[in-house]
């Protein structure tokens, strides 16, 4: 089993609809849990960080937890042709040291 | 402005060739990070550092080597022991090595063996 999973997509959303990114982890010690977003050609950039259970809202963005299922994931409401990217689920593992990142998803936001 | 600078862009190496990739950070962080991306692929981690003069090994560490003498300073050398090396390699810093500590990247140096 893999450490991250992610559905590599493509995901197609038109414009104005919710995205939903999935996220499965291994190690049921991670803590923290990271969403990064990035551009072709460009480096990652961080999207939203998640430590609890629950939800997390951040403009458009949120972030859900469920340590119990190993699972993670990031909706994106109103999505625009500027969110199409390449979505990075990032874990921490190791007591903390270092990441582990997912393969990512790619998605396609059409007009 | 504050941030973390690599270079070169881009880099185009001979086979049987060492090259060194720059990356350097004005952030203060502590912890510096070196991974690899492959076409379609997601990160991998080469080598990290959590504190000046000391660094380990992440997933994919053989034929590549790293030095960390100044906190903002983590260079990492692809030797000709790397048998695949084109790919493009990311730099990474955080405030620690903690693990509720952000990862922030550089801009990336993208390598291609000639």
Known sequence: QKEVEQNSGPLSVPEGAIASLNCTYSDRGSQSFFWYRQYSGKSPELI????SNGDKEDGRFTAQLNKASQYVS?????????????????????????????????????? | DGGIT?????LFR??????????????????????????????????????????????IAEGYSVSREKKESFPLTVT?????????????????????DTQYFGPGTRLTVL
């Not at chain 1, 939203?48 to 430590?51: K, L, P, R």
């Not at chain 2, 690599?6 to 881009?10: E, H, I, N, T």
């Not at chain 2, 790919?87 to 955080?94: I, N, P, Q, V």
């Open chain 1, 48 to 51: 939203m960080s998640i430590y």
């Open chain 2, 14 to 59: 001979k086979e049987g060739q060492n090259v060194t990739l720059s990356c350097e950070q004005n952030l203060n962080h502590d912890a510096m990070y070196w991974y690899r991306q492959d076409p379609g692929q997601g990160l991998r981690l080469i080598y990290y550092s959590q504190i000046v003069n000391d660094f380990q090994k992440g997933d």
């Open chain 2, 6 to 10: 690599q270079s070169p862009k881009y």
């Open chain 1, 74 to 111: 990031l909706l994106i409401r109103d999505s625009q042709p500027s969110d199409s990217a390449t979505y990075l689920c990032a874990v921490t593992r190791n007591y903390g040291q270092n990441f582990v990142f997912g393969p990512g998803t790619r998605l396609s936001v059409l007009p």
């Open chain 2, 80 to 100: 000709s022991a790397q048998k695949n090396p084109t790919a493009f390699y990311l730099c990474a810093s955080s405030q620690g090595g903690g693990g509720t």
